[in-house]
């Protein structure tokens, strides 16, 4: 496995790998989640490029930037045992080098729910997949389904800009308690992760309800057990309906969602 930290290293690489590519963003701190992307990857693809980037851009709150876990020493070794032919690993001057100016913004799908509640997150999201896109030229990319919105907006952007690429999708992984994998669950403590169980439990109940031709949204609100959400809604995603929710516990931010319609991959 090469790491590679700078644009020129990586064209450079990138130029090195024969056949389909297919290239998995992540912000490190690599769990299970990340490997079924790697996993997805590598079943999918000739060769495999992660960039492992800390986007500054997509942070709303400098603490939350801040307290970000970080293990790079571990993310290669990682990444290196799931096959990963390239690491992109660079620093944020650069990809944001001193007078950097030119910004995605995505309309609709970046509006309401996350885009909301995190002022320029999807622009820095946006920013920084389109850079990479044009720099890995992958054939496939892969994300998490568990960043609903997070795929959406991609889309939006590869079907946009009409980006020769393909959007996978990989189901949310999750502890054995039901807790969909988050590099941030590390910050939990006991008892903030009893209580952070209630989301998945309340989707569950909420997916429930839309099978027997309830109202989704009141279910799985209904069943926060005492949790406040910042949101519980319902997301079309190119035609998959998708029951999303977030909460806050401590400092810590919790997504997660069902897929109540259709198919997301
Ligand atoms: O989902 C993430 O980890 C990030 O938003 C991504 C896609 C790597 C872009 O920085």
């Not at 308690?177 to 403590?189: E, H, P, Q």
């Amino acid at each position: 496995m090469k790491t590679v930290r700078t644009v020129e290293e990586l064209r450079e690489a990138r130029r090195s790998l024969a056949g389909e590519v297919g290239l998995v963003p992540t912000m490190g701190a690599l769990h299970d989640g990340h490997l079924a992307l790697l996993a997805a990857a590598r079943a999918e693809n000739d060769a495999v490029v992660m960039s492992l980037f800390v986007n500054p851009a997509q942070f709303d709150e400098a603490s939350d930037l801040a307290a970000y876990p970080r293990d790079e020493e571990r993310d290669l070794q990682v990444a290196a045992e799931a096959g990963v032919a390239v690491v992109f690993a660079p620093s944020a001057e650069e990809l944001y080098p001193s007078g950097y100016q030119t910004w995605v913004e995505v309309e609709a799908a970046a509006q309401g729910l996350e885009g909301d509640l995190r002022p320029g997150h999807f622009r820095g999201v946006a920013t920084v997949c389109l850079k990479l896109f044009t720099l890995v030229q992958p054939t496939r990319a892969y994300f998490g389904q568990k960043d609903a919105q997070q795929v959406a907006v991609v889309r939006a952007l590869v079907r946009d800009l009409a980006l020769p690429l393909e959007i996978r999708v990989v189901p949310t992984v999750r502890d054995v308690d039901g807790l969909a994998l988050s590099s941030r669950n590390g910050r939990l403590g006991p008892a903030e992760r009893g209580r952070a169980l209630a989301l998945p439990r309340a989707l569950d109940v909420g997916a429930e309800a839309y099978r027997r031709g309830d109202d989704p949204v009141a279910a799985a609100t209904a069943a926060l057990d005492g949790l406040t959400p910042d949101y519980v809604s319902l997301l079309d995603l190119d035609g998959a309906l998708v029951l999303a929710a977030a909460a806050r516990i401590g400092t810590t931010r919790f997504l997660d969602n069902v897929i109540l319609e259709g198919d997301l991959a």
